[in-house]
């Protein structure tokens, strides 16, 4: 049985926290700053590997749904997937089911999750060739299915500095959004993804400091002593 971390997503369980409402912020600050284009495909993914791109991911996934979009969140993180233990949800088919020549791509293994709106595309079965697949005319066939069916679809990629598949990921999608965890992450590290990620002309859409000290004495205003 997988160990499922659902514990991760604040959005769901403490709605009324904090924490929740800086997700809803992040979401309120991405459709500003993409008014004057719509963001249908959104790529997400840090410069290095445990900076909390992916809880950080599922969380804005969660609000987006919560505010009345039909949202897909698609784990292509075909190395280490961790979508499917976020969400506890199945990881025997997923997005590399998708891949097969003949699979009729007009039925992705979409699975339902707690929140209403918000449908999960785990990674499915590893590769042994992620990137030639991420890179493939077949994964933007499968981009433009799925953007049929949602209103916006997430792509949680592996961190940029570690493998090419984020930056191949990145030339497909209408935005790339950059998480850096402020106790964590590399100056030089947040340089080289930004060098790398305007190398193949990726729109970068911003970026999110994560793991940012909370002022305790805003509790109070959020109602929690």
């Given at each position: 049985?997988?160990?499922?971390?659902?514990?991760?997503?604040?959005?769901?369980?403490?709605?009324?926290?904090?924490?929740?409402?800086?997700?809803?912020?992040?979401?309120?600050?991405?459709?500003?700053?993409?008014?004057?284009?719509?963001?249908?495909?959104?790529?997400?993914?840090?410069?290095?590997?445990?900076?909390?791109?992916?809880?950080?991911?599922?969380?804005?996934?969660?609000?987006?749904?919560?505010?009345?979009?039909?949202?897909?969140?698609?784990?292509?993180?075909?190395?280490k997937p961790s979508q499917h233990l976020v969400f506890g949800a199945r990881n025997d088919r997923g997005l590399t089911s998708l891949m097969i020549p003949d699979a009729p791509l007009d039925k992705p293994p979409l699975q339902p999750t707690a929140q209403e709106g918000l449908m999960l595309l785990t990674a499915g079965p590893l590769p042994p060739n992620p990137s030639e697949m991420l890179g493939s005319k077949r994964m933007d066939e499968i981009i433009a299915v799925l953007s049929e069916r949602a209103d916006i679809v997430i792509f949680d990629a592996p961190p940029i500095l570690a493998v090419t598949d984020a930056a191949v990921l990145a030339t497909r999608v209408d935005g790339v959004l950059l998480v850096i965890n402020a106790g964590?992450?590399?100056?030089?590290?947040?340089?080289?993804?930004?060098?790398?990620?305007?190398?193949?002309?990726?729109?970068?859409?911003?970026?999110?400091?994560?793991?940012?000290?909370?002022?305790?004495?805003l509790h109070k205003y959020y109602g929690e002593e």
């Open positions: 049985m997988l160990n499922n971390r659902t514990s991760a997503l604040i959005t769901l369980s403490n709605p009324r926290s904090p924490i929740s409402e800086a997700y809803r912020a992040l979401r309120t600050n991405i459709e500003f700053s993409t008014f004057d284009k719509k963001l249908r495909t959104l790529v997400v993914t840090s410069p290095s590997p445990e900076e909390g791109k992916s809880t950080t991911l599922a969380n804005l996934a969660v609000t987006m749904a919560q505010s009345g979009k039909q949202v897909i969140l698609v784990d292509c993180d075909l190395r964590r992450t590399k100056r030089d590290h947040m340089q080289r993804a930004h060098a790398l990620l305007s190398k193949v002309n990726a729109r970068l859409i911003g970026a999110v400091l994560n793991n940012v000290k909370f002022d305790q004495s």
